[in-house]
């Protein structure tokens, strides 16, 4: 289980559990990094239901423990490209359904090599449906049948439809390579730059520096994932050394830090987008005057300025602003009281459930402004708490209303995940809408990138109208080091540099 800020802050201390800070001879961002020492991340965590599996990741802590472990075929950049990583190259042929990548030569922690069939077997064991993997939805598309190993280090992708897009999927998270045949996680085996130790579900995560690494191996010794589930443990933790790195903080937290000298501040602005998510398939939401009632009600401004400290910006119920696709030209949702409140009395509801938590830092302060943003229109929220280590399981199947969130992520694959109708079973909104499908495939077919924007922009469009996976805004993505940290930035949450501990250091 999460423990809580004072039990964290005492018996980590007294058990002794937790490694001391390494040395530092070079404090701060100066002098050249030293090597060794055990390197302590605290993340919001899933509790004991977890396990290691690195294609389920419903947390961020999951994606952090996989891709410390494992590696992809590429990695997504901040601006959500791709580029090689275990693949040395990819081609397509003329019509986008046939890909020939070439690995590079790289080996899993028992020393066989990375190999064609360990790809092939990977992405098939993903896109099966037995498997409830995070990325299945990218990888549906190939034909294992007609796909094959050239050699093991050469291997032929087939899909069945054109994707002129499809090595994006390469970087995804959720995408990680494992050995052929694999089936259990209690001991994971991966090619990444840290090996398994330990592991407790709902409990602290051990990891060793692979020296064998392709890519090289890592300055730190150990990594070591800590489950904390509140906020100001997490930052009190930081400061006291207990912990070197604190995931996901407040905006207040973060003025906190900044003047600090034993911490450091990383923000990656416009990283998080902030969604208030409604079911389209029941009450009271399944009526689209109420839906319409409710983005017509929210002060975005307000929640931008109060829930998000400043550090963000409005939402447009649209995902991916300032991505590559994202049509800029929708105009920004405002708020009319008058209109929201005559929606209200139409649809003859009163009373609706609104779910939150705490596992984004900003809900508490946004679900108290939404609550009394909702009374003005005429509706009363009545609020629901769900804990962090079930959250997401927990909205997805009983929610009407609930919060949610995500990092950065490419725009076809987040319509691809999210809003197809191939994704019901882990749609948040059940919303289904066959135009968004045909939009989807004809983007990805179409080797013009003007067409395929126009195509893209047009699926947005229609999210947006119909209210699909409605934005209230687009926070900062800001996470607390030790002031010793060094190796690391601001970068944007599901990119191939975020909460990647392989060029970390401590001193």
């Not at 409830?132 to 087939?158: M, Q, W």
């Amino acid at each position: 289980m999460p423990v809580s800020r004072r039990s964290f802050l005492a018996g980590v201390a007294g058990a002794g559990a937790l490694a001391t800070l390494a040395a530092c001879a070079n404090g701060g961002a100066g002098g050249a990094p030293q090597t060794g020492g055990r390197l302590r991340a605290a993340f919001v965590a899933g509790g004991a239901q977890e396990t290691l599996d690195p294609h389920r990741l419903p947390q961020f802590m999951d994606q952090a423990r996989a891709k410390a472990c494992f590696d992809t075929l590429g990695r997504w950049e901040q601006d959500m490209s791709c580029t090689p990583r275990l693949a040395e190259s990819w081609e397509p042929d003329a019509t986008g359904t046939r890909w020939r990548i070439r690995l590079r030569q790289a080996s899993f922690h028992d020393g066989r090599p990375v190999r064609a069939t360990d790809v092939l077997y990977t992405y098939r064991r993903i896109a099966d449906p037995a498997t409830t993997a995070s990325a299945a939805a990218l990888f549906t598309g190939i034909d294992f049948a007609a796909s094959r190993a050239v050699n093991d280090r050469e291997l032929e992708i087939v899909l069945g439809a054109p994707n002129h897009l499809f090595p994006v999927a390469l970087g995804s998270y959720g995408s990680e390579i494992v050995p052929e045949g694999t089936t259990s996680f209690a001991a994971p085996v991966g090619s990444g730059p840290f090996r398994f130790v330990s592991f407790t579900p709902g409990g602290p995560a051990l990891y060793r520096r692979n020296d064998a690494y392709w890519d090289g191996a890592p300055a730190l010794d150990e990594l070591e994932f800590l489950p904390v589930a509140d906020e100001s443990a997490r930052v009190g933790a930081l400061l006291s050394g207990q912990i070197e790195y604190a995931h996901d903080i407040r905006a207040t937290s973060a003025q906190q830090l900044a003047s600090d000298s034993r911490a450091q501040v990383l923000t990656a602005p416009g990283a998080a987008f902030q969604f208030l998510y409604v079911k389209h398939d029941r009450p009271p939401f399944d009526d689209p005057r109420l839906r319409q009632a409710l983005v017509l009600g929210l002060d975005r401004e307000a929640l931008a300025r109060v829930a998000l400290l400043g550090r963000g910006q409005p939402g447009n119920d649209m995902f991916g602003k300032g991505l590559r696709y994202y049509p800029d030209a929708v105009p920004q949702r405002t708020r009319d009281v008058d209109r929201a409140k005559a929606l209200v009395a139409e649809s003859g509801v009163t009373t609706v459930e609104l779910s939150t938590g705490v596992t984004d830092p900003s809900w508490p302060a946004a679900t108290q402004l939404i609550v009394a943003q909702l009374a003005e229109i005429g509706l009363t929220a009545q609020v629901r708490n769900v804990p962090p280590e079930t959250y997401f399981a927990d909205v997805r199947k009983n929610a009407t209303m609930h919060f949610s969130r995500t990092g950065t992520l490419p725009v076809q694959n987040w319509i691809a995940t999210t809003q197809l109708s191939s994704a019901l079973t882990n749609s948040f909104s059940k919303y289904v809408d066959p135009e968004i499908d045909r939009l989807h495939a004809q983007a990805l077919a179409d080797p013009d990138e003007g067409a395929r924007a126009a195509a893209i922009g047009s699926a947005l469009t229609r999210i947006h109208d119909n209210i699909a996976s409605p934005i209230w805004g687009i926070s900062d993505w800001i996470v607390g080091v030790h002031g010793d940290v060094k190796g690391l930035q601001g970068f944007r949450p599901n990119t191939f540099d975020w909460a990647n501990f392989a060029k970390a250091s401590l001193g």
